[in-house]
C-alpha cells in the first residue's frame, strides 16, 4: 500500500496547501488520481458546508476568490460532478499534475506511487485582457 501527498503550488513554486492519503494502491492512473483528490477534498467541505471551497476546481455557480471559491451560498458539493469539472480541465491545461519531478500528461497514464509518492498540482491563472 502506498501514501500519496497531494500538493498545490503557484505556477512560481510556492506551496499553497498539503496534505497526505495512505493505504493506496502501488499504481494507479492519473484520472483516479484527481478523482480522488476530489472526492477527499469534496468530503472535507460537505463534512462543514460554507459558502467557500478550496478546491482543485471550481464548482457550478461559483466565483473566484483568491485561494478559493465562493459560493452564493453554504451547501453541500456533489463530488462526482466536481471530478467531472476537473477532468476537463486537465485536458484543457486548466492545471497540470507532477509526479515526482515530471509532468503527467495522459489521463490514463500509470503513475508508479512508490517511485513518485509526491503529486503536485498547478493550477494555471488566465491572464486578463489576453
Known sequence: MATVTFRDETATGKPLTEWEVAGLP???TVR???????????????ARPSDRFNGLVRPDDAEMELNGYRLREPRRIDWERQAEIAERAFLANGFFVLAGDRQVEDLDEVVDLIADPDL????????VGG
Open 120 to 127: 503536485v498540482f498547478i493550477k494555471l491563472v488566465a491572464l
Open 32 to 46: 483516479e488520481l484527481i478523482r480522488l483528490r476530489v472526492r477527499e477534498e469534496v468530503a472535507r467541505h460537505n
Open 26 to 28: 502501488e499504481r494507479m
